[in-house]
């Protein structure tokens, strides 16, 4: 398998700078070899592109919308493990949370977490195989429609 950094460069993905945190916290915390990482909006140039809640209907982030948001809010993730390791080659990618702000009748968080899922896999293989939980809040921090949380396991 070609590293990790290496596939990134070959999508053409280049990872942001490390959002800056928006309350009292750290973008991310090693533990042994762990690096637990704050949620993660999904900040594109310091802003946020869209917000407000999921689901189907007039005036709500479409849910393939909001998995394309789950994926920046992964990247962003990534820029904060990779702040702590210096790279993301052997980086193993243990669990993953996403919390979608959802309209009260939409049930379809999987789906949107999944647009982080399915880009782990894509970028780190077998490596990005992980445990994770999808929650439907009521809001999130700044109105966000998707919000990502992940722990990675760095190389011994």
Known sequence: MASVEA?????????PDVAAPVAAYVPAVRSGNHVYVSGQLPFVDGALPVTGKVGEGEGLVPPADA???????????????????GSLDG??????TGFVASDPSFTGQPGVVNGASLALGEWFDDAGIHARSAVGVSVLPLDSPVEVELIA????
């Open 7 to 15: 596939r990134l460069a070959e999508l053409g993905i280049t990872l």
């Open 67 to 85: 998995a394309a948001l789950a994926r920046v809010c992964v990247l962003n993730a990534l820029a904060a493990v990779r702040s702590i390791s």
């Open 91 to 96: 980086v193993r990618i243990v669990k993953l």
């Open 153 to 156: 396991e760095l190389p011994a």
